[in-house]
């Protein structure tokens, strides 16, 4: 069996993390106090900022439910490939979707 | 080249747990339950990812439209009651954390636990979509339906009346499909619920139980996005 | 080296007792339309993708009597709308996109990895009927009195003032977007958890390493076709304004959002092609593909770069002009790996054996055609070139040469090839090498002439034009009955050949890979014992040598 690759394609019975319970409850917390402070941060304005502070935190709410509720923190990389590239394609959407209306040259409303 | 019969068969007798091939659930095609597994779970994260390009198509029209008409945005923001929304928000959290849990107690072989999970899970979807389908109808009454018949709302200017119309129609597309995975999620979190109680998880087979988790969670994520930018504008 | 021909297959005899395998291991209709084995989902999808193929097909030679003649003559002009719209639907959502992947790539992927089937068998089957589905609201468009937005569905017309049947169609395309997804979706898995012990990343086919390629591209842009297009029928039933500029809605941003999809999407038609091709180039010339690295990336690279260049369809639209400069520069890069694997090809080429095989003649063509069509890509994409020749004849040839230049002579090379392994027959020879001759010349006869009348002026999409281009137009009609009769024979012979083609045996061209490691055709189960691989892509001598040592033949 000189040559045989167990690498990714044989997996035997699965052998997989099991998360404890405490590190469920943490996120559900972290959660929700995210979602108290993006509805508090909303009702002050900051102009332009309230979008940027309102995505940074929807960011990291859905950074942790992805690493921990989905369970990436304990996954093979190949995951980890998968979700950052689908986010990589999607702001690659965005960037090139903006040079165009962002560079018309006439105001955008 | 002789002895290829003997690579699996060999490995396979060499392992303490309770013999692969015979599992129940081993679809034939995989070399064992592991392989199943992770195969399984891999696609659902491909599905995701194709998912998230599907949302992001329409999170990138509506941030297009936003940066055009901010105004009428806002006001159409305001149209929407942020308590109900938050409340919902928190809603849908708990349902996730309760769907982490369930897949936490298939893990574990804890049947009943699971399967109350499932449940708590479902309901608390259920009441998501219950209050989404409220928040409609007041829409609705106050001729906020997108259409030329049903769109009766009148803001300062007819720019602005056009506009905020835009911004309903963006609102009930993506929280209408959001909804609709939603419900499809209901529909498979009942035949999981009927698995579960059945007593078909455990430490060896708890991967459906898991790619539903990854679903579930995904559909939360979309909302988190959802929620600031439609009712906190 | 002798060159291999069918005459010498060397190495395996057919079997002379009719074996178990796929083919007669389960009689009735329920065992095809209930099956999950990926063989019978791959001649299910022949059959269907071949049906509108035909339709497809008999739309175009319509539209091409209509061009006989400078006036439109034949047809109303709201009718000839509808033909060239319904060709590019038909031809697009129900033939190409699917034609490789899930006839070719179905079949032949899993054997290629060594596996008993793809990941999800059971997905492969609903993939076929979510197609059938979406096939069928086709059907029901075309009968029921036609679309005529083109297959590009432009707002507002297609939203505020088309009268046919937009809705239907564009549910129909949704509908065959989750087939398609679904597909590319099973191969991503296969290819990373399923391969045979030994067959390490380095060691795969290309064509494995062009058909991951496209299942990634399928995966990122179609679920982007699905919410521009439930957004379009969004619009059209609530009668609201997306994108309707009267209604504050932005009619570019369709567009970005549609060819955001549907360039990759031309990727997704091209890069199975080329999955073919890589395959064919080494069996045939027995040699190692030059530049197996250099070509495998190559497929990763398209797929990477094909995401960046949507807005070349967009220059003329309306964009700003610095994005369009952006979008030009990127449009110029994508070409590099294209042409690598050009390149790669045709050293694989050099000072080989080739035999002249029918696959190997459709080879040669495509690698023609498709640098054609390749490089008025280019031509298209240079800025100022492009405000010239957008929206006229000078882009439909450039598309043909490379979806029908290079994806069904690939489509047809393949078929050939495989034919031995899928049917455990021989197609005739000879006249599949006339087809193949038919083809090629029929081929350059009907789009040649469109490059040089749309250069001088004459616009697409319509059912008139001016007199000064009929001769041109003429030529082309002539070729399109040529390369029909080039389609029409191997519909003929390969059906002849399933009752009457010389039996195969498991590897009649010598050829290396797993799939000719098997009987022609294949057990239900693919392999009678799962095959450990020890040799390089394309190493023959290593590999024939596993073969006489093997037992699953």
């Known amino acids: 069996m000189a040559n045989a690759d167990h690498s990714d394609h044989i997996g035997h019975a699965?052998?997989?993390?099991?998360?404890?319970?405490?590190?469920?409850?943490?996120?559900?917390m972290t959660l929700m106090i995210l979602t108290v402070v993006t509805v508090w941060v909303s009702r002050i304005d900051?102009?332009?900022?309230?979008?940027?502070?309102?995505?940074?935190?929807?960011?990291?709410?859905?950074?942790?439910?992805?690493?921990?509720?989905?369970?990436?923190?304990h996954s093979p990389r190949l995951t980890w490939i998968v979700v950052i590239s689908s986010f990589i394609w999607l702001a690659m959407m965005f960037v090139l979707f903006y040079a165009d209306y962002l560079t018309r040259g006439w105001p955008l409303s | 080249m002789s002895d290829v019969t003997l690579h699996h068969g060999a490995e396979h007798a060499a392992e303490p747990h309770k013999h692969a091939h015979h599992h129940p659930f081993l679809q034939h095609h995989f070399e064992d339950l592991g392989q199943q597994h992770?195969?399984?779970?891999?696609?659902?994260?491909?599905?995701?990812?194709?998912?998230?390009?599907?949302?992001?198509?329409?999170?990138?029209?509506?941030?297009?439209?936003?940066?055009?008409?901010?105004?009428?945005?806002?006001?159409?923001?305001?149209?929407?009651?942020w308590k109900i929304g938050a409340a919902n928000t928190v809603v849908l959290i708990l349902s996730s954390l309760t769907m982490a849990l369930a897949v936490w107690g298939a893990q574990g072989a804890k049947r009943k636990f699971t399967a109350l999970m499932l449940i708590l899970t479902l309901i608390l979807g259920g009441i998501f979509v219950g209050v989404k389908g409220y928040e409609y109808s007041v829409h609705i009454d106050h001729g906020l339906f997108p259409g030329a018949q049903t769109y009766t709302n009148v803001e300062a200017t007819p720019e602005l009346t056009q506009q905020v119309q835009l911004f309903m129609t963006f609102y009930f597309t993506m929280t209408g499909l959001h909804a609709l995975h939603m419900i499809i999620g209901a529909g498979l979190l009942l035949w999981f619920i009927k698995r579960t109680w059945r007593g078909d998880f455990g430490?060896?087979?708890?991967?459906?139980?898991?790619?539903?988790?990854l679903y579930w969670h995904f559909v939360d994520i979309v909302w988190i996005f959802l929620f600031p930018l439609l009712y906190l504008v | 080296m002798t060159s291999t021909t069918i005459d010498d297959a060397p190495?395996?005899?057919?079997?002379?007792?009719?074996?178990?395998?796929?083919?007669?291991?389960?009689?009735?209709?329920?065992?095809?339309?209930?099956?999950?084995?990926?063989?019978?989902?791959?001649?299910?999808?022949?059959?269907?993708?071949?049906?509108?193929?035909?339709?497809?097909?008999?739309?175009?030679?319509?539209?091409?009597?209509?061009?006989?003649?400078?006036?439109?003559?034949?047809?109303?002009?709201?009718?000839?709308?509808?033909?060239?719209?319904?060709?590019?639907?038909?031809?697009?959502?129900?033939?190409?996109?699917?034609?490789?992947?899930?006839?070719?790539?179905?079949?032949?992927?899993?054997?290629?990895?060594?596996?008993?089937?793809?990941?999800?068998?059971?997905?492969?089957?609903?993939?076929?009927?979510?197609?059938?589905?979406?096939?069928?609201?086709?059907?029901?468009?075309?009968?029921?009195?036609?679309?005529?937005?083109?297959?590009?569905?432009?707002?507002?017309?297609?939203?505020?003032?088309?009268?046919?049947?937009?809705?239907?169609?564009?549910?129909?395309?949704?509908?065959?977007?989750f087939s398609s997804i679904l597909t590319g979706l099973n191969f991503l898995v296969t290819i990373h958890r399923m391969r045979a012990p030994g067959l390490t990343w380095f060691r795969l086919p290309l064509?494995?390493?062009?058909?991951?390629?496209?299942?990634?591209?399928?995966?990122?842009?179609?679920?982007?076709?699905?919410?521009?297009?439930?957004?379009?029928?969004?619009?059209?039933?609530?009668r609201v304004g997306i994108f309707d500029p009267a209604l504050g809605g932005d009619p570019v941003l369709y567009q970005h959002l549609f060819w955001f999809y549907s360039h990759p999407a031309v990727y997704i038609m091209i890069l199975p092609g080329m999955a073919v091709i890589s395959e064919c180039v080494a069996a045939f010339t027995r040699k190692k593909v030059f530049g197996y690295k250099f070509v495998a990336f190559?497929?990763?690279?398209?797929?990477?770069?094909?995401?960046?260049?949507?807005?070349?369809?967009?220059?003329?639209?309306?964009?700003?002009?610095?994005?369009?400069?952006?979008?030009?520069?990127?449009?110029?890069?994508?070409?590099?790996?294209?042409?690598?694997?050009?390149?790669?090809?045709t050293a694989t080429m050099y000072k080989a054996s080739v035999s002249w095989n029918t696959p190997m003649l459709y080879v040669l063509g495509f690698i023609g055609l498709f640098t054609i069509g390749g490089v008025t890509g280019l031509f298209l994409g240079a800025l100022g070139v492009d405000v010239h020749v957008h929206d006229s004849y000078f882009v439909v040839a450039h598309f043909h040469y490379i979806m029908v230049g290079g994806t069904i002579m690939a489509y047809l090379a393949g078929i050939h090839y495989w034919w031995p392994k899928i049917t455990g027959r021989m197609y005739p020879e000879w006249w599949a090498r006339l087809s193949a001759l038919l083809v090629f010349v029929g081929f350059n006869l009907t789009f040649f002439p469109q490059f040089l009348v749309g250069y001088v002026g004459m616009p697409r999409r319509y059912h008139a034009y001016a007199p000064e281009f009929q001769v041109l137009n003429v030529l082309s009609t002539a070729g399109a009955t040529v390369?029909?009769?080039g389609y029409l024979l191997p519909m003929i012979y390969l059906g002849w050949s399933l009752k009457f083609g010389r039996k195969a045996g498991a590897n009649p061209w010598g050829a290396a890979g797993l799939e000719w490691a098997t009987t022609s055709p294949p057990p239900k189960e693919n392999f009678h014992e799962t095959p450990v691989v020890t040799w390089d892509a394309y190493d023959y001598p290593a590999f024939l040598k596993a073969m006489r040592e093997t037992q699953n033949v």
């Open chain 3, 11 to 177: 190495y395996i005899e057919p079997s002379t007792k009719e074996r178990r395998n796929y083919l007669n291991d389960e009689y009735g209709v329920l065992s095809w339309l209930l099956t999950k084995d990926h063989k019978r989902i791959a001649i299910l999808y022949l059959i269907s993708v071949s049906i509108f193929f035909v339709v497809g097909g008999v739309i175009a030679f319509l539209m091409r009597l209509e061009l006989l003649t400078p006036e439109g003559d034949l047809f109303t002009s709201d009718t000839y709308n509808k033909l060239f719209t319904l060709h590019g639907v038909v031809m697009i959502f129900f033939f190409l996109i699917p034609a490789i992947p899930a006839v070719i790539g179905n079949f032949i992927l899993p054997i290629m990895l060594g596996a008993k089937d793809l990941a999800f068998p059971k997905l492969n089957l609903a993939s076929w009927y979510i197609y059938i589905i979406g096939g069928t609201f086709g059907v029901i468009v075309i009968i029921t009195g036609g679309v005529d937005t083109g297959w590009t569905f432009y707002t507002p017309y297609s939203t505020q003032f088309s009268n046919t049947k937009v809705f239907l169609t564009t549910m129909g395309a949704f509908i065959t977007g």
């Open chain 2, 38 to 81: 992770e195969a399984s779970t891999l696609g659902m994260w491909f599905f995701v990812a194709q998912e998230i390009l599907f949302f992001g198509g329409a999170f990138c029209a509506y941030f297009i439209y936003r940066g055009m008409y901010h105004d009428a945005w806002k006001l159409g923001s305001h149209h929407q009651d």
């Open chain 1, 46 to 73: 900051l102009g332009a900022f309230n979008t940027i502070v309102a995505m940074a935190i929807a960011i990291l709410k859905a950074t942790v439910v992805i690493l921990w509720f989905m369970h990436v923190i």
């Open chain 3, 207 to 238: 064509f494995v390493w062009s058909m991951y390629a496209t299942s990634v591209v399928i995966m990122l842009a179609t679920p982007v076709l699905a919410i521009t297009l439930v957004l379009l029928m969004v619009e059209r039933v609530l």
């Open chain 3, 298 to 345: 190559s497929s990763l690279a398209i797929a990477f770069l094909g995401f960046l260049v949507w807005a070349h369809h967009l220059f003329v639209a309306g964009i700003s002009v610095y994005a369009a400069l952006v979008f030009s520069f990127l449009t110029m890069l994508v070409a590099v790996p294209s042409a690598i694997k050009v390149f790669n090809w």
């Open chain 1, 14 to 28: 699965p052998a997989h993390h099991r998360s404890s319970l405490a590190s469920y409850f943490a996120v559900f």
């Open chain 3, 483 to 485: 390369l029909a009769m």
């Open chain 2, 203 to 213: 430490p060896e087979y708890y991967g459906p139980v898991e790619i539903m988790g």
